[in-house]
């Protein structure tokens, strides 16, 4: 059933499930109905809601828009019983409970449970202000439980593949650093310098204590690299020796073909080596991302 379900999501696509979160004036065309209003005690929230933390400020400023104008977007719901069931649209629902409406517009659909979970992670992606920890965890769910590649999410989610690869590279840093990013204590720029150190908790701490910028916490890193048995890989070894004319010349050829400076070396007395891709840009790492895959 889990494979059915993930050949499902995959064979529809996120640009299909995005249609119902971010075009309701499609309504009227769709099967399962137009707008209607139910009322408030009838609707429940989903309880798989990958959603966890809703702020209190950028709440009350909802609450006191709905006040004034209402319940402006319908919220996406699914028949449950004698009750619906929230599918996209719980902060206008916590916000709309709070503001005392008795009644809020909906969409009714018929979603299965991936379908529903697949929805709400792109919801909370596309409109609210998630914290860079639970946005890379959305794009990390997309990948695993639905099959979604970096490339067709970045397209269908409008943002650039770096951005979607950089915050998914959170998710390496120690629950403690998360926590910090989560927090606010720390931003993704401070998490992201922080990935390659030997203990990212201690130093993270240490950037917390004394408020350094994401270049401070740069060198910081790079410092503790350099100390003597550190245990971090910091890149390709300086060779002992000049390196011959045709490895030089193969370097040249896979720089022009990947577009980032290639290093090659070679390690002694052996076939083995170590091919280092340097980029200077996030742009420039997207490029030769692309160039990867499409190979």
């Known amino acids: 059933m889990a494979n059915s379900d993930k050949k499902r999501g995959l064979g529809r696509g996120l640009s299909a499930l995005m249609a119902d979160v971010n075009e309701p004036a499609a309504q009227a065309t769709s099967p399962s109905g137009g707008e209607q209003r139910i009322p408030i005690e009838k609707i429940k929230p989903n309880p798989n809601q990958p959603r966890r933390q809703f702020d209190a400020a950028p709440l009350e400023d909802l609450v006191a828009s709905i006040k004034e104008k209402g319940v402006l977007q319908p919220l996406i719901v699914r028949p449950l019983g004698e009750s619906f069931e929230i599918v996209a649209g719980e902060r206008r629902w916590r916000a709309a409970q709070q503001a005392q409406l008795h009644e809020l517009p909906v969409l009714v659909r018929d979603f299965t449970d991936t379908e529903v979970l697949e929805v709400a ?60 990013v989560t927090d606010g204590a720390l931003s993704a720029g401070h998490a992201r310098a922080l ?40 890149g390709a070894p300086k060779p002992k020796v000049e390196k011959d004319a045709d490895t030089r010349a193969l370097e040249d050829d896979l720089s022009a073909a990947t577009g980032v400076k290639v290093s090659l070396t070679h390690k002694p007395n052996g076939e083995a080596g170590i091919l280092t891709l340097q980029y200077e840009t996030l742009d420039q790492l997207d490029d030769l991302c692309r160039r990867l895959s499409a190979t």
Request: aromatic share 4%; net charge neutral.
């Open 121 to 180: 992670i792109i919801e909370n992606i596309q409109r609210a202000d998630l914290n860079p920890i639970e946005e890379a965890a959305g794009y990390k769910q997309l990948m695993d439980r639905f099959g979604h590649t970096q490339e067709k999410m970045a397209e269908a989610l409008g943002k650039s593949r770096s951005h979607i690869a950089n915050l998914l590279r959170l998710l390496q840093l120690p629950e403690a650093v998360q926590a910090f």
């Open 195 to 234: 990935i390659t150190a030997d203990d990212p908790v201690a130093l993270a701490k240490k950037v917390i204590a004394g408020g350094l910028s994401v270049r401070a916490t740069e060198a910081l890193v790079k410092k503790g690299m350099e100390e003597p048995g550190t245990k971090v890989f910091t």
